[in-house]
């Protein structure tokens, strides 16, 4: 699977294993809505993703969002692999309202 949730203790864990894209989009929202309905907070580890589509990063601007508004905290957990943050550059994430974790990898 390229996405994967974890439970470690009073956080849920979301782990990018490969590439994410469009192809598991269904995958990636359905975990992010599992775990935003738990209320615990949310870190996503992209430190295995082997690359990430604008469909991914969509979906985790859109529940960053959903956090926020629930007062559900959201981060990132370590490192984003260097060539994952060359895509989001390429794609203009760099200026784009992302995650603040995400926006400020980027940069």
């Known amino acids: 699977m390229a996405v994967t949730l974890e439970q470690d203790g009073d956080r849920i ?4 294993n ?12 359905q975990l992010l809505v599992q775990a935003l309905d738990s209320h615990k907070e949310i870190a996503v580890d992209m430190e295995q993703a082997g690359s990430i589509d604008v469909t991914a990063v969509q979906l985790l601007w859109a529940a960053t969002r959903a956090a926020t508004a629930g007062g559900i905290d959201f981060a ?5 692999p260097d060539g994952v943050l060359a895509q989001l550059r390429e794609a203009g994430f760099d200026e784009f309202p992302v995650p603040a974790a995400l926006q400020a990898a980027v940069q």
């Open 18 to 29: 490969d590439t994410v894209d469009i192809t598991c989009a269904a995958e990636l929202k």
């Open 13 to 16: 864990l979301i782990h990018f």
């Open 76 to 80: 990132l957990a370590g490192p984003v």
